[in-house]
Protein backbone atom coordinates (compact mmCIF):
# COMPACT_ATOMS: atom_id res chain seq x y z
CA UNK A 1 0.00 0.00 0.00
CA UNK A 2 3.02 2.68 1.00
CA UNK A 3 4.94 1.44 -2.42
CA UNK A 4 1.45 2.36 -4.16
CA UNK A 5 1.04 5.73 -2.37
CA UNK A 6 4.60 6.43 -2.92
CA UNK A 7 4.22 5.64 -6.75
CA UNK A 8 1.45 7.93 -7.61
CA UNK A 9 3.07 10.82 -6.07
CA UNK A 10 5.07 13.60 -8.29
CA UNK A 11 7.12 16.36 -7.65
CA UNK A 12 6.41 18.17 -10.74
CA UNK A 13 2.99 18.07 -10.77
CA UNK A 14 2.97 21.72 -8.87
CA UNK A 15 0.75 20.43 -5.91
CA UNK A 16 3.66 20.51 -3.83
CA UNK A 17 1.97 21.15 -0.30
CA UNK A 18 -0.15 17.85 -0.95
CA UNK A 19 2.92 16.07 -1.56
CA UNK A 20 4.43 16.99 1.15
CA UNK A 21 1.44 16.41 3.64
CA UNK A 22 1.24 12.74 1.80
CA UNK A 23 4.89 11.62 2.66
CA UNK A 24 4.19 12.99 6.21
CA UNK A 25 1.69 11.05 7.02
CA UNK A 26 2.85 8.01 5.12
CA UNK A 27 6.54 8.66 6.55
CA UNK A 28 5.16 8.00 10.06
CA UNK A 29 3.85 4.45 9.07
CA UNK A 30 7.11 2.97 7.44
CA UNK A 31 8.89 0.31 9.32
CA UNK A 32 10.75 -1.07 6.18
CA UNK A 33 14.34 0.72 6.63
CA UNK A 34 14.91 1.15 2.94
CA UNK A 35 11.64 2.19 2.24
CA UNK A 36 11.51 4.81 4.97
CA UNK A 37 15.28 6.40 3.64
CA UNK A 38 13.53 6.50 0.19
CA UNK A 39 10.79 8.68 1.58
CA UNK A 40 12.78 10.89 3.87
CA UNK A 41 14.79 12.01 0.34
CA UNK A 42 11.59 12.00 -1.77
CA UNK A 43 10.28 14.47 1.21
CA UNK A 44 13.37 16.15 1.38
CA UNK A 45 13.64 17.03 -2.07
CA UNK A 46 9.68 18.25 -1.74
CA UNK A 47 10.58 20.61 0.78
CA UNK A 48 13.48 21.87 -1.49
CA UNK A 49 11.23 21.93 -4.86
CA UNK A 50 9.10 24.38 -2.81
CA UNK A 51 12.40 26.59 -1.59
CA UNK A 52 11.64 25.34 2.10
CA UNK A 53 15.09 25.11 2.38
CA UNK A 54 15.08 24.94 6.44
CA UNK A 55 13.02 21.67 6.37
CA UNK A 56 14.83 20.81 3.40
CA UNK A 57 18.37 20.69 4.96
CA UNK A 58 16.57 19.40 8.10
CA UNK A 59 15.60 16.46 6.50
CA UNK A 60 18.97 15.97 4.07
CA UNK A 61 21.22 16.19 7.00
CA UNK A 62 19.12 13.79 9.10
CA UNK A 63 19.69 11.70 6.40
CA UNK A 64 23.64 12.24 6.67
CA UNK A 65 23.63 10.82 10.39
CA UNK A 66 21.34 8.09 9.81
CA UNK A 67 22.52 6.55 6.52
CA UNK A 68 26.37 7.48 6.20
CA UNK A 69 26.75 5.00 3.72
CA UNK A 70 23.58 5.35 1.69
CA UNK A 71 23.56 5.18 -2.41
CA UNK A 72 22.24 8.17 -2.59
CA UNK A 73 24.77 9.74 0.00
CA UNK A 74 26.79 11.98 -3.11
CA UNK A 75 23.01 13.51 -3.85
CA UNK A 76 22.34 13.51 -0.25
CA UNK A 77 25.23 15.95 0.08
CA UNK A 78 24.89 17.99 -2.89
CA UNK A 79 21.16 18.60 -1.84
CA UNK A 80 22.35 19.73 1.58
CA UNK A 81 24.88 21.80 0.04
CA UNK A 82 22.24 23.41 -2.13
CA UNK A 83 20.32 24.22 1.24
CA UNK A 84 22.78 26.24 2.52
CA UNK A 85 23.70 27.91 -0.43
CA UNK A 86 19.62 28.93 -0.10
CA UNK A 87 20.16 29.87 3.24
CA UNK A 88 23.21 32.08 2.70
CA UNK A 89 25.35 29.42 4.53
CA UNK A 90 28.54 29.19 2.34
CA UNK A 91 30.75 27.63 4.92
CA UNK A 92 28.45 24.67 5.20
CA UNK A 93 27.69 24.37 1.74
CA UNK A 94 31.14 24.34 0.73
CA UNK A 95 31.67 21.16 3.48
CA UNK A 96 29.06 19.58 1.98
CA UNK A 97 30.13 19.94 -2.07
CA UNK A 98 33.49 19.03 -0.26
CA UNK A 99 32.58 15.64 1.24
CA UNK A 100 30.34 15.13 -2.42
CA UNK A 101 33.54 15.73 -4.47
CA UNK A 102 35.20 12.79 -2.84
CA UNK A 103 32.71 9.76 -3.56
CA UNK A 104 33.66 7.75 -6.33
CA UNK A 105 31.49 6.51 -9.39
CA UNK A 106 28.99 9.41 -8.80
CA UNK A 107 27.35 9.96 -12.22
CA UNK A 108 28.89 12.73 -14.33
CA UNK A 109 26.01 15.05 -14.30
CA UNK A 110 26.15 14.84 -10.56
CA UNK A 111 30.13 15.35 -10.42
CA UNK A 112 29.54 17.97 -12.38
CA UNK A 113 27.56 19.97 -10.52
CA UNK A 114 29.41 18.94 -7.37
CA UNK A 115 32.49 20.27 -8.92
CA UNK A 116 31.26 23.60 -9.95
CA UNK A 117 29.16 24.36 -6.82
CA UNK A 118 32.68 23.34 -4.87
CA UNK A 119 34.41 26.38 -6.98
CA UNK A 120 32.10 28.30 -6.40
CA UNK A 121 31.89 28.11 -2.33
CA UNK A 122 35.66 28.07 -2.41
CA UNK A 123 35.90 31.00 -4.13
CA UNK A 124 33.15 32.64 -1.94
CA UNK A 125 35.22 31.37 1.44
CA UNK A 126 37.92 33.56 -0.65
CA UNK A 127 40.46 30.06 -0.79
CA UNK A 128 41.32 31.60 -3.94
CA UNK A 129 43.98 29.21 -4.72
CA UNK A 130 41.59 25.97 -4.12
CA UNK A 131 39.12 27.65 -5.93
CA UNK A 132 41.70 27.43 -9.02
CA UNK A 133 42.80 24.33 -8.60
CA UNK A 134 39.15 23.11 -8.78
CA UNK A 135 37.84 25.35 -12.04
CA UNK A 136 40.88 23.58 -13.18
CA UNK A 137 39.91 20.45 -12.98
CA UNK A 138 36.51 20.80 -13.79
CA UNK A 139 37.47 22.40 -17.24
CA UNK A 140 39.82 19.53 -18.11
CA UNK A 141 37.24 16.65 -16.81
CA UNK A 142 33.79 18.16 -18.06
CA UNK A 143 34.70 19.34 -21.79
CA UNK A 144 31.39 20.04 -23.24
CA UNK A 145 29.54 21.70 -19.88
CA UNK A 146 27.22 24.15 -20.28
CA UNK A 147 29.46 25.89 -17.35
CA UNK A 148 32.79 26.25 -19.01
CA UNK A 149 32.08 29.79 -19.61
CA UNK A 150 31.35 30.00 -16.00
CA UNK A 151 34.39 28.07 -14.89
CA UNK A 152 36.37 30.06 -17.13
CA UNK A 153 35.37 33.34 -15.67
CA UNK A 154 35.85 31.51 -12.42
CA UNK A 155 38.96 30.11 -13.05
CA UNK A 156 40.36 33.79 -14.01
CA UNK A 157 38.84 35.51 -11.19
CA UNK A 158 40.29 33.47 -8.62
CA UNK A 159 43.72 33.58 -10.28
CA UNK A 160 43.34 37.57 -10.13
CA UNK A 161 41.80 37.11 -6.50
CA UNK A 162 45.09 35.04 -5.26
CA UNK A 163 47.51 37.99 -6.36
CA UNK A 164 48.47 37.38 -9.91
CA UNK A 165 46.49 39.62 -12.37
CA UNK A 166 49.06 39.83 -15.52
CA UNK A 167 48.43 35.61 -15.32
CA UNK A 168 44.29 36.35 -15.24
CA UNK A 169 43.97 38.69 -18.15
CA UNK A 170 44.75 36.09 -20.81
CA UNK A 171 42.04 34.04 -18.66
CA UNK A 172 39.33 36.49 -19.15
CA UNK A 173 40.88 37.71 -22.84
CA UNK A 174 39.16 33.48 -23.60
CA UNK A 175 36.04 34.65 -23.03
CA UNK A 176 36.23 37.51 -25.24
CA UNK A 177 37.19 35.86 -27.94
CA UNK A 178 33.57 34.39 -28.63
CA UNK A 179 31.32 35.87 -31.46
CA UNK A 180 28.68 35.58 -28.81
CA UNK A 181 28.23 38.82 -26.01
CA UNK A 182 27.21 37.91 -22.94
CA UNK A 183 27.60 38.63 -19.48
CA UNK A 184 30.52 36.78 -19.18
CA UNK A 185 32.46 38.75 -21.89
CA UNK A 186 31.42 42.36 -20.12
CA UNK A 187 32.39 41.09 -16.70
CA UNK A 188 35.61 40.14 -18.30
CA UNK A 189 36.23 43.15 -19.89
CA UNK A 190 35.81 44.92 -17.32
CA UNK A 191 37.82 42.75 -14.45
CA UNK A 192 40.97 43.17 -16.96
CA UNK A 193 40.05 46.87 -16.65
CA UNK A 194 40.50 46.41 -12.78
CA UNK A 195 43.59 43.83 -13.28
CA UNK A 196 45.51 46.72 -15.46
CA UNK A 197 44.78 49.06 -12.54
CA UNK A 198 46.84 46.32 -10.24
CA UNK A 199 49.44 46.55 -12.70
CA UNK A 200 49.26 50.38 -12.91
CA UNK A 201 48.72 50.14 -16.87
CA UNK A 202 46.35 53.34 -16.49
CA UNK A 203 45.72 53.90 -20.05
CA UNK A 204 45.11 50.41 -20.65
CA UNK A 205 42.33 50.07 -17.78
CA UNK A 206 40.42 53.06 -19.12
CA UNK A 207 40.05 51.87 -22.47
CA UNK A 208 38.33 48.55 -21.36
CA UNK A 209 36.08 50.70 -18.87
CA UNK A 210 35.43 52.85 -21.60
CA UNK A 211 34.82 50.25 -24.45
CA UNK A 212 31.99 48.76 -21.87
CA UNK A 213 30.38 52.22 -21.02
CA UNK A 214 29.96 52.60 -25.40
CA UNK A 215 29.41 48.74 -26.05
CA UNK A 216 27.01 47.42 -23.82
CA UNK A 217 23.74 49.03 -22.79
CA UNK A 218 22.29 45.87 -22.36
CA UNK A 219 24.46 45.46 -19.06
CA UNK A 220 24.12 48.99 -17.35
CA UNK A 221 25.15 48.08 -14.07
CA UNK A 222 28.55 47.35 -15.42
CA UNK A 223 28.42 50.46 -17.36
CA UNK A 224 27.73 52.10 -14.21
CA UNK A 225 30.58 50.75 -12.44
CA UNK A 226 33.16 51.55 -15.56
CA UNK A 227 31.94 54.93 -15.60
CA UNK A 228 32.72 54.76 -11.78
CA UNK A 229 36.10 53.50 -11.85
CA UNK A 230 36.98 56.11 -14.46
CA UNK A 231 36.07 58.62 -12.42
CA UNK A 232 38.22 57.10 -9.25
CA UNK A 233 41.61 56.79 -11.61
CA UNK A 234 41.02 60.71 -12.10
CA UNK A 235 40.70 61.11 -8.96
CA UNK A 236 43.72 59.31 -7.69
CA UNK A 237 45.61 61.00 -10.54
CA UNK A 238 44.29 64.65 -8.74
CA UNK A 239 42.07 65.55 -11.96
CA UNK A 240 39.47 66.24 -10.10
CA UNK A 241 37.39 68.13 -12.51
CA UNK A 242 37.37 65.21 -14.85
CA UNK A 243 36.43 63.29 -11.94
CA UNK A 244 33.74 64.65 -10.79
CA UNK A 245 32.04 65.05 -14.35
CA UNK A 246 32.39 60.93 -14.67
CA UNK A 247 30.77 60.65 -11.02
CA UNK A 248 28.23 63.17 -11.99
CA UNK A 249 27.38 61.02 -15.25
CA UNK A 250 26.72 57.90 -12.83
CA UNK A 251 23.82 59.90 -10.83
CA UNK A 252 22.17 61.57 -14.11
CA UNK A 253 22.31 58.24 -15.73
CA UNK A 254 21.95 55.80 -13.31
CA UNK A 255 20.11 57.12 -10.15
CA UNK A 256 18.90 54.49 -8.31
CA UNK A 257 22.15 52.40 -8.45
CA UNK A 258 24.36 51.82 -5.61
CA UNK A 259 26.93 53.07 -7.84
CA UNK A 260 25.39 56.41 -8.17
CA UNK A 261 25.37 57.06 -4.07
CA UNK A 262 29.49 56.07 -4.16
CA UNK A 263 29.37 58.99 -7.33
CA UNK A 264 27.74 61.14 -4.97
CA UNK A 265 30.82 60.14 -1.96
CA UNK A 266 33.17 60.08 -3.79
CA UNK A 267 32.10 64.22 -5.07
CA UNK A 268 31.73 65.44 -1.30
CA UNK A 269 35.14 63.70 -0.60
CA UNK A 270 36.59 66.06 -3.41
CA UNK A 271 34.41 68.64 -2.15
CA UNK A 272 35.76 68.47 1.16
CA UNK A 273 39.67 68.35 0.46
Not at 56 to 62: H, I, L, S, T
Not at 150 to 170: K, S, V
Not at 195 to 214: D, G, H, M, P, R
Request: aromatic fraction near 8%.
Amino acid sequence: KVQSELAGLNLESGAIGEVIAQLTKVMATVKDVALLEDIRYQLASAHFKDNDYKSAVDQFEGMLVDYPASKLLARILFHAGECRLGLKDNAAAHDHFSAASKISGTPETLAESVSMRLAETQANNGQHAEAKETYAAFLGRFTESRWRRNAIFGLALATEMAGDPALAIPEYRKLMAAATVDLWTVRSRYQIGRCQVSLKQYEAAVVEFVSIEINYPQYPLWQARSILEVGKLLMEQNKTTQAVAQFKTVIKRFKESEEATLAQNYIKQINSQ
